[in-house]
């Protein structure tokens, strides 16, 4: 996530300053001791310096308290290590008895092209904890990281950061309160609310963990994905940079924005390179149509998959398929749906209501058109029921059949191709029905009129029958494959995600901060 360097800095200067505990050869344009209050000062004026270890410290002026065991320097005081490590600042105060020093007034630490700035530093030179606050800036190359404190734990390899936290990257800035890095792991913690922005997307969460080593990721408490072309929420998601696979667990809600369909369910999987998308748990797809109204679509796996190639989106729905919209409804084993085309089709035996009329078939291809069925083809064994009144249906089948509707999508014509029957009841204006026609012949042209039969023409050798209604055979009155059954006739209710949307993750949430963050190192007092 960041250069490791600002790491091994930290700890680098912790062990130099641990070194000062040991006896010190110190070196001044003037030297004098000094008692006051009883105790014994060495006073040190002009060019003040010593070296342990290789390390270099100067100042322009020292002073050291032999029984408290600290050391007071001041004036451009410069740390550097033999490794190149630069520290500057105005003030040092090194105690020996509680193992702690500081570094304060405009504090610059410099390693290579890294450059903290931060008004004072901490170490605890017993624990090797080091420890910046009051705001610090870290510029590490071509990224930036500032934050309202900062710490090293050399012990466990954690560093950590609190307070408005800001880490801007050449492709991506991270905004958290709390952060937490490993550098062993390589493994990145955010424990509060967390906004992730790269050009492609915005990465939202109130919990999560990058590794930088392996590339995979883990966000969750009402996690969020925003593009441009999709927003994806859920209580967990997990993504792996190099296989470009993720995956969501828990109240997923998926919407393309550009296509404006939501899908809802319980998991999802997600491949970048193949542009696939799968989600199942009870999930429900809502596709928002221009007049308003809405598809609604339930199965038991949803797949969304884009072809590049040839500029459409897919969706894929089943088994079990359940179909909603207020003017039609349906189910089918198996639906798919071009997007750009406003195209399904329909398989395994698919069965269409339509207002009174039920249609079936082994497959269906439904056109929509400015929101509505422009046309529906049934290919083998196709068979359309109206019900006239509670006891009458009239009944059509053939092998295939086209079907036209209205701009109120009520069935307005049928087209049957071979094997074309027909039973269809004829009113007297809006009398009641005063006699019933059984056809046969090689194609049937049915006009509706208000969902009901109108005109019949017949092509290719017809034959039937007129009947007056009260002498129509009982054998007449159903043709083969005729089937009546609203009970599996998919209701609105039906249709409803069984979850609350989880809300977008906010700095509303609570922060989680891990207990090591918790006990900060103490601040030594500057003494007077």
């Not at 008895?97 to 570094?103: Q, Y």
């Not at 191709?417 to 194609?443: H, I, L, M, P, R």
Request: positive net charge; hydrophobic residues 35%; aromatic residues 12%.
């Amino acid at each position: 996530m960041f250069s490791l360097r600002f790491i091994f800095t930290l700890l680098l200067l912790s062990v130099s300053l641990l070194a000062v505990a040991q006896p010190i050869s110190l070196s001044a344009n003037r030297m004098k001791g000094e008692k006051r209050d009883g105790k014994m000062f060495q006073i040190l004026k002009g060019d003040v310096s010593f070296e342990q270890n290789g390390n270099l410290v100067t100042c322009d002026n020292a002073e050291y308290d032999s029984e408290e065991e600290e050391l007071t320097g001041t004036g451009h005081v410069s740390i550097r290590s033999s490794e190149g490590v630069v520290v500057t600042g105005s003030t040092l105060i090194f105690n020996n008895k509680n193992h702690t020093a500081r570094v304060s007034g405009g504090v610059k630490l410099t390693d290579r092209d890294m450059v903290l700035t931060t008004p004072w530093i901490n170490y605890h030179t017993d624990t090797k904890i080091g420890y910046y606050g009051s705001g610090g800036r870290i510029v590490d190359g071509d990224q930036i990281l500032t934050s309202g404190t900062g710490s090293y734990n050399p012990n466990i390899h954690t560093l950590f950061f609190r307070y408005n936290v800001v880490l801007v990257h050449p492709d991506y800035t991270v905004r958290t309160d709390t952060l937490q890095y490993n550098s062993q792991t390589g493994e990145t913690r955010f424990f509060a609310y967390t906004e992730i922005q790269s050009e492609d997307n915005t990465i939202l969460c109130n919990y999560g963990v990058y590794n930088a080593k392996t590339g995979k990721s883990y966000f969750t408490r009402n996690a969020a994905i925003l593009s441009k072309e999709n927003i994806i929420r859920a209580d967990t998601l997990s993504y792996d940079r190099n296989t470009g696979i993720g995956q969501a667990f828990g109240r997923l809600w998926v919407k393309d924005t550009q296509q404006r369909i939501t899908i809802f369910g319980q998991r999802g999987y997600y491949d970048k390179k193949q542009k696939y998308t799968r989600v199942a748990g009870s999930p429900l797809a809502r596709k928002f149509e221009k007049n308003g109204d809405s598809l609604l679509l339930r199965a038991d796996t949803f797949v969304y998959n884009q072809d590049s190639a040839a500029g459409k989106r897919f969706l894929y729905c089943f088994p079990s398929v359940r179909m909603w919209r207020p003017d039609f409804s349906g189910t089918a084993d198996s639906i798919s749906y071009v997007t750009e085309d406003s195209q399904f089709y329909l398989y395994g035996k698919p069965v269409l209501w339509n207002s009174n009329t039920r249609l079936n078939s082994d497959t269906m291809r439904i056109w929509l058109k400015q929101s509505r069925i422009a046309k529906m083809e049934m290919r083998r064994g196709s068979f359309v029921s109206i019900q006239e009144d509670s006891g009458r249906y009239s009944q059509i089948s053939g092998e295939n059949m086209d079907n036209y509707f209205s701009d109120d999508n009520k069935l307005k014509s049928v087209f049957v191709q071979k094997n074309g029957q027909a039973v269809y009841f004829v009113k007297e204006k809006d009398s009641a029905v005063t006699s019933a026609n059984v056809v046969t012949c090689a194609n049937l042209r049915i006009l509706m009129d208000s969902g009901k039969v109108n005109q019949v023409r017949f092509y290719g050798s017809p034959e039937g029958n007129i009947y007056p209604i009260d002498q129509m055979p009982a054998d007449k009155t159903k043709l083969a494959g005729f089937i009546w059954d609203p009970a599996n006739r998919p209701e609105a209710a039906q249709f409803t995600p069984g979850f609350v949307v989880p809300e977008l993750p906010s700095k509303r949430g609570n922060a989680m901060v891990p207990a090591q963050q918790k006990n900060k190192p103490e601040k030594p007092k500057n003494k007077k």
